[in-house]
Every structure is written in C-alpha cells, then in structure tokens.
C-alpha cells in the first residue's frame, strides 16, 4: 500500500508562532487531548485561541485548526461555533467536501443550509480548479491501440506534472528530464498497442528513481492483461529467490511448497529474466527497494495470457521445470486469503509478538487498542513490520501513542513550492518547508516495558513513518533490515488508456531532518534471514529479537 496525504485532526506541522506563552504547536495539542478526553468544551476555546493568533500564511496548520476547532464545538454542542471554525476553514482553503459530509464530529451539521452553503462553496471551487488540473479529457477509457495523439498527451501529461510537483529532483542530479521526454516522444509514437505503451511509461517515471512515483492500472480486467500473478509469492534469501507461499491448488498438487528454489524463468536464469523484465520498469527508491520489487513483489506478475515455464530446485536438490499459468486478480485474491492487518501472540519468555502488515485502515490500531490490556501484561513487546506496505501513517502513530507518557514526533516534510514570478525574477523557488508533525500520547493507557520492531525492505511508505517516529522516540530498538526508504503523498491523476499516475509530492525526514526516503531506516541490531533458517521454518530476525527482547526484560 502506497501512503497517501489526509489531512487529520491530530497531525499538523510546526510554527513557531506563540499564543499566551505557548507556542501554537503546543496549544493544539493540548486541544487534542482535551477531545480524545471528551472535554470538547475545552478542546473547541483551545482552537478558538489558537486560531484567533494565525497570521495569513499559517497555510495548512491553519486549515487543520480550524477545522478541528469545528469538529470539537460540533461535538460540544455549540453549532454557530462550529459553523464559523468551518465557513473560515474553507475560506483558508478546505475542499474536501467528503470529509466533511461524512465525518461523524460534524453530524450535528447535517442539514443546516448554511451548511449546505459551504458545501456548494467548495463545489464551485472545486469545478474551477478541475477545469485547470483534472480534465476529464484524460480520462480515456482502455483499449488495445489508443490513438497516436492520446499516447503522446498521456507521456506530455505524465512529464508536465513532475516537473512542477515531483518532491526528490535533487535525488536524481543526472537526470535531464526535459531530454528524457524528447527521447521518450519518438518511442511512444511508435507503440504498437497500448501495453507496449503503458511500458514506455512505466521506463520513463522509473528514471525518477522514486517508489511513490508509478503507474496504477484502474481497473481489474486491465490489470489481468498487463499485471497478473500465478498462485504462488516468492523470497529473497541470501541473494537466492524461493518459494514463499503457494496458493494455487495446482500447483500445491504439482508438489512445490515453501522452500522450492526458483532457479530459472522461461529458461533464463531467473537474475537475467528479471534484468530485462523487471528493472527498466521499476519505481524504486532506493537498492533494496528495487531488489524487493524484482524479486519478492513483482518477479512473476505479466499479462494473463502468459505463462511462465519456472525451473525449480526441491529442498532435496532435484530439480524440476513447471508450466506455471497466472491467474485472474479476483482468482488470486480469493486464492490467497489475505492475512490480517493485525495479530498478535505470546511467544516463550513472555513476549509478545505484535504483527502489523498494513495501515490500509483502521484495523490495526482498533484492534491493537483493543487486544492492550493483555499485550500489556507481557514483559516485551516485538512489533513485526517487515510486510507492512503502508496505508495512513496516522494508524501507526495511534498504536505508538500508547508506547509513551508524552507527545511525540513525527516525520518532518517539505514539498515543491512553485511561484511563477520568482522564476520570472530569475530567484530560486524554495520549498515549502512544513518542519515536524506531533502526535499526542493515549493519556489513559501506558506501556513502558521493552519494545523492538522488525523491519525489511518490505517495511514501507506509512510503516517507515512508524518507525521514524518510534526511532525519534528512542523507545527501544530496531532488528533487521533497511526499511525500503520510499514515503510521501502521490498526486493521482488519469492517463489515456485506463492508467492512474502517481507522483510524489511530498518528501519526509526524520524530525531533525536526517534523511531516510532513497536510503532506508537501518536497524539498530542488522539482522538477514538464513537460507539453512528459511528451509527448516526459523525466523532468523525474529529469533534474534526475541533473545534482545528477553535480555532486555530481564
């Protein structure tokens, strides 16, 4: 899962703007603790205070405290309160009018028709604004040969839009990206279909070297022709590919189980197969970003009309060539069964052992929370993040604001700030430079014992901004792998032929601004997985942790 920006309640950058002795940083998340409490009396005059000192370039802090100061006066019964924190939220610039329908805080709003006003308000801005940056002339609709003139608005499209907004240009020094798009127009002229098309483009944003920054295909069926997957998932150990799950019948019936060794692809050996296939085609962020993508992520995925003749080696060294088809997404997905976002066990030594694969939702966090009172009484706990893709970073940061007695950091960030008339004036166009986010702690509920966290290069987007947090804290120790070192909020918009761009707007670092996106979070305790460990079933990094866990206990 790819991390994308919402603007929340108890996210917000910094200022160093001080209302009665406080800075307004520390104001706001006085006010949002006073809502998580239910003092939303208390938490709605904290906003009012707090905004009624904002100067007019306060930006986002300023949209996030009035929008807060209304849903805290929504929740404490005061309308008018509300309705004023919300008409001057989207004077500030608020055009999320989904948000607003549909956040519970502000239910009491519903019907009112000067609600009803503020929300015509944002239409009207909103059908302004798309008629420059969302014209629903790019929304072509897929077919197997788009017109020469569609390709060439998709990759001018495609081009145009990273030149202004794309946040990591410094991470690519080299890369002439006007040269790129002339070398790049000739190609995607000559496409013969609109695969050979969507790979032009793929090549093309992989240059940008950034893991957010991709194609997404829309629809299922388009991505049966170009994206599908056989039954099987795949590890890299020690620089070799095996067999990680199997979830086609078929397959299982055919005898290939974890462990199998994948030695060659159409009779290729598998690096030279994924050479040619994959790495041209990539958007990664960093080396191991990359290799994960080649190997673990995207190694056997293609068009759904064609298989894959796959050599295999047993754990006993016999080797085998299997004919390997891939299957429709809906087949896969039922096929696979996809683990939960959230386990959590005891091991040995009173340990507990707490699984975090996604933030897609609130799932984790609903049922961290939930599950607390027992993980509390462990004497250790192991956060396993090393297939945690991302989702809202906001999901990871409510299960770190029970790890703590005290506010918290999260990730600094900046984002390109284009102003025409300095480019005009020949004056550089700084970013816009949003310093570091704060996130309350629980208040209520306090785990102080030991904690460690598992990451890899499958460790990504949201699940790195929960570990830079959790770093940043010095709350206890990371064991593994580098993290993936890819975060940001994507730009989505349409391109002829059924594809959605990403382009990463946003660049995050640590709070002191120590850089990990294109470099990865590196582990306090490096640990790799064994191939002797993978094929007898060990958790080699988890082992490891648990023996730190134990001594740190102790």
Known sequence: MRKMLLLSLFVFAATGQAVAGESAKEQVARAQLAHQAGDYRASADLY???????DDNAGIFEQEVLYGGASAAAMAGDREQALDFLGRAVKAGVMQADRIRHDPSLASLQGDPRLDALLADIAAQQKRSDRIWNSPGFAVAYSDSLSEDQRVAGL????????????SFDRVPDLDWDALYLETLPRVRAAPDTYAYYRELQAFLARLQDGHSTLVLRSASIRDRFQARPGLSTASVE????????FDPALRAAGISRGWELLTIDGEPVSVYAERELRPYTSASTPQDLHSQMYERSLLQGPLDRPLSIGFSDPRGKEHVVKVGRMPSKEYK?????????EWKLLPGNVALVTLRSFSDNTAADQFEAAFAQISRADAIVFDLRDNGGGNSNVGYRILSLLTDRPFQTSAWRTPDYRPALRAWSISNPDFNAGAGEWPHDGKRHYAK??????????YSAAEDFVVAFDAMRRGRIVGE???????SPMMFDLPGGMVALICTKRD??????????VGIAPQAEVHPTVADYRNGRDTVLDAAVRLARAGAQ
């Open 48 to 54: 009012h205070r707090v905004a009624g000192a904002l």
């Open 156 to 167: 001018s499209r495609l081009w145009s839009e990273a030149k202004f907004s794309f946040a």
């Open 239 to 246: 620089g070799r590919v095996f067999v990680r799950d199997v």
């Open 334 to 342: 039922a096929a696979r069964q996809e683990p939960p976002a959230f």
């Open 450 to 459: 030991p904690v460690l966290v598992l990451t890899s290069a499958r460790t």
């Open 482 to 488: 580098l993290t993936g070192g890819s975060t940001g």
């Open 509 to 518: 670092t640590y709070p002191d601004g120590k850089e990990f996106v294109g």
